[in-house]
Nanobody
């Protein structure tokens, strides 16, 4: 059974770092694009960063540029999101999703994945990130 499991969330102080993981099972990520999305309390889900495992193309939204780094490890079948210089507004539930068809490019996953969330091939359950003093 195909599955995505996020981990690595937790409590961090402003300026701190966290590294999120998105582990895939039941399928291999080498033919997929992975997107990290987040949903803050009371707000809509938004894209953060996306990576195409086939060509390593990446896409960062403005909120992630310069602070976050997305990567993938084919051997571990896992995607990562290194988050640095965290801000309170980074607080939220972080989800990873995978798609190899309609949203198989990093930019299309990030730009359109939120609006088509229910149609993405695989979606994780999320991990909570809280940034506070």
């Amino acid at each position: 059974q195909a599955r995505l499991v996020e981990s690595g969330g937790g409590l961090a102080q402003p300026g701190g770092s966290l590294r999120l993981s998105c582990a895939a099972s039941g399928f291999t990520l080498d033919r997929y694009t992975i997107g990290w999305f987040r949903q803050a309390p009371g707000k809509e889900r938004e894209a953060v960063s996306c990576i195409n495992f086939k060509n390593n193309n990446t896409y960062y939204t403005d909120s992630a540029k310069g602070r976050f780094d997305i990567s993938g490890d084919n051997a571990k079948n896992t995607a990562f999101l290194q988050m640095n210089s965290l801000k309170p507004e980074d607080t939220g539930v972080y989800y990873c999703a995978a798609d190899g068809l309609a949203f198989g490019k990093a930019d299309s996953m990030c730009l359109m994945g939120r609006a088509h969330w229910d149609f993405l091939e695989e979606r994780g359950q999320g991990t909570l990130v809280t940034v506070t003093l």
